[in-house]
């Protein structure tokens, strides 16, 4: 009898065991906008509130080398629904992007308008594998005819990128988008889903409620911080669903941002944010423009409360998910590689090859924030950063130097021409597009955007407010350049 009883109970084990493989993984993917690397509690800002993201790093994992694959947020957008460096698709900064002008040495290529149909994206993927598909949120990868409706998304809803706070909303429409997420997850929660939530928050123009701004009137910038909050409690309220209706355990959630923060006044905005201790911010390829907050859960697979050094890059998501997921797909296809083997607490060959691989970009633009064309690549603690203007090389090992201040190139010389030719063969292989000359360059715009200035230097002051009166002039002259070009 009691052999009977071992044996029906095993029978019972694994018959659970065959029904948990055989449920299908849902996912939900949260992007932030603009946030910055450090704009979390759990990563050390002791002047902005975060409890609900805190809260969701100490149920899994928490990234401290993680990476966009462009700084600035149609590219870096477009390599996490693809798994395709921007470069290959030719979509290297923002739609529909900065126009060319007398301050610059090098004219931008053209880009891509759109993320290009022929891609095959995460929804498109997941939703040939049985999935409810949703886009709540910002697309900003094309407009009419390359929406998310043409990319794999069941259901779009986009929202408004500026709302007028209340009780009820918060200045970037994070609550009526998250309440339409959460109608999203109740009405497919019998059924795999694929819910993709790209905010709005915390990119300019930026609104709060009066009585949060003052709450936060001794942080770097109160109306920044008020926001982040209210971004903080979407993903709250996102999460407790998840938990209301028994989806956690069976749920990956993923939150992130799509570049670095801004660490420079633009608009009516003072700086936004800063990103100490790495160097300058979004539009940019030091590690202030690349390196972005990412915090990854779930129960039961993901171990709780595990920091990671890892550099990973949001090109890895697409295989990632799909391989979680147990959708096929050929690793050749992407740019990126899976971090499943990471997820699950593994560490060994899988992470290893994670670790070592090298990390690379290719940014051939001017920005809004001072930032030129450069290329980047990091191999282990390695980064070298080459400017496409002059060819100038910087070398720096940041497992001494976060902030990027001590440029070891000439003192490097093998190790930076290594460095600097497999950047080019990479570029070489995705096709990678460059720049010419500007036949209209003026070198008295330069030298008053660029050489008397370097916004990539910028130190915070104690308020954001205070570093607005030292970049008044700065912030007037790069708007009016651009306005000036025709």
């Not at 200045?171 to 959460?182: P, R, S, V, W």
């Not at 944010?273 to 697979?301: D, M, S």
């Not at 390695?382 to 060819?391: M, Q």
Request: aromatic share 8%; glycine share 8%; hydrophobic share 40%.
């Amino acid at each position: 009898m009691r052999l009977w009883c071992v044996w029906v109970l095993a029978v019972l084990a694994m018959s659970n065991q065959v029904c948990r493989a055989s449920e299908k993984l849902n996912v939900v993917f949260i992007l932030a906008d603009d946030l910055g690397v450090n704009d979390l509690r759990c990563y050390g800002r002791q002047d902005q509130v975060t409890p609900r993201l805190d809260r969701m790093a100490e149920q899994g994992m928490r990234f401290t080398s993680a990476y966009c694959a462009q700084p600035i947020c149609s590219p870096s957008r477009a390599a996490i629904l693809t798994g395709l460096t921007p470069a290959r698709l030719q979509l290297t900064t923002f739609l529909p992007g900065r126009g060319d002008a007398p301050s610059q040495k090098l004219l931008h290529p053209q880009i891509n308008q759109q993320l290009a149909l022929e891609h095959t994206t995460l929804a498109e993927h997941l939703k040939s594998a049985g999935y409810a598909t949703a886009c709540v949120g910002k697309w900003h990868l094309g407009g009419a005819g390359f929406g998310p409706q043409e990319q794999g998304f069941d259901v779009v809803y986009a929202g408004k990128p500026n709302t007028t706070p209340s009780a009820n909303e918060g200045g970037k429409g994070e609550f009526d988008l998250t309440a339409h997420a959460i109608d999203f997850v109740r009405a497919n929660k019998d059924r795999p889903f694929f819910l993709y939530v790209p905010h709005n928050n915390p990119h300019i123009p930026l609104a709060a409620k009066t009585e949060l701004i003052e709450k936060h009137k001794a942080s770097f910038n109160p109306l920044y911080a008020a926001v982040v909050e209210t971004l903080d409690e979407s993903v709250g309220r996102l999460l407790d669903a998840l938990d209301e209706l028994k989806l956690a355990d069976k749920t990956l959630v993923v939150f992130t941002s799509d570049n670095g923060g801004l660490h420079v006044p633009e608009l009516r905005e003072d700086a936004a944010t800063h990103n100490t201790p790495f160097r300058a911010g979004k539009g940019y390829v030091y590690e202030g423009g690349l390196r972005i907050p990412l915090l990854v859960r779930l129960p039961g697979v993901v171990p709780a409360g595990k920091i990671v050094e890892t550099p990973v890059i949001n090109t890895d998501w697409l295989p990632t998910i799909l391989e979680l997921c147990g959708v096929p797909f050929e690793a050749k296809n992407s740019d990126g590689a899976s971090l499943a083997p990471l997820l699950r607490g593994g560490e060994g060959p899988a992470d290893s090859t994670v670790s070592n691989r090298p990390l690379m970009w290719h940014f051939p633009h001017y920005t809004n924030q001072g930032g030129r064309p450069a290329g980047a690549i990091r191999i282990g603690q390695w980064k070298l950063i080459e400017h496409y203007e002059d060819n100038r090389l910087e070398l720096f090992d940041l497992s001494h130097d976060l902030g990027e201040e001590r440029d070891l190139a000439k003192t490097e010389p093998n190790r930076s021409a290594e460095m600097q030719s497999q950047l080019a063969g990479w570029r070489k292989s995705v096709n990678a597009q460059t720049n010419s000359p500007n036949p209209n360059f003026d070198p008295a715009w330069f030298k008053r955007l660029y050489s008397d200035i370097d916004t990539s230097l910028l130190k915070p002051e104690k308020t954001a407010a205070v570093m607005r009166t030292k970049l008044t002039d700065w912030r007037t002259t790069i708007d009016a350049v651009v306005a000036k070009k025709k």
